[in-house]
Nanobody, 126 residues
Framework: QVQLAESGGGLVQPGESLTLSCVVSQYTLNYYTMAWFRQAPGKEREAVSYISHNDGHTNYADSVKGRFTISRDKPKNTVYLQMNNLTPMDTAVYYC???????????????????WGQGTQVTVSS
């Protein structure tokens, strides 16, 4: 049973935008902090952003701050990652994840993962 289902990846040119979606259960969205991770070829997986289940506050990696926006739509049970002004450095497999709680720092987020999505490929190339 798929509990986190990502979609929206694809091939875009530098400077373009893309929105990723992650459909989750209502329970997951209400009780877990939701996060996006990414893993570029040959690199370790890194946390990109999270949105708190408590108060909805958000946090971003420095590499995406000001360009990416995480949000959630509770009636649709969906978490989004709006990505603007994409560069080739953003090329990666992007994963949606449910965290047990808000991470103290973003770099500790992976230690708190309860559920992973299957990943969606984002390629930025001219």
């Amino acid at each position: 049973q798929v509990q986190l289902a990502e979609s929206g990846g694809g091939l875009v040119q530098p400077g373009e935008s893309l929105t990723l979606s992650c459909v989750v259960s209502q329970y997951t969205l209400n009780y877990y902090t939701m996060a996006w991770f990414r893993q570029a070829p040959g690199k370790e997986r890194e946390a990109v952003s999270y949105i708190s289940h408590n108060d909805g506050h958000t946090n971003y990696a420095d590499s995406v701050k000001g360009r990416f926006t995480i949000s959630r739509d509770k009636p649709k049970n969906t978490v989004y990652l709006q990505m603007n002004n994409l560069t080739p450095m953003d090329t990666a497999v992007y994963y949606c994840a449910a965290l047990y709680t808000d991470p103290p720092v973003l770099t500790k987020a992976e230690q708190l993962v309860h559920l992973w999505g299957q990943g969606t490929q984002v390629t930025v190339s001219s």
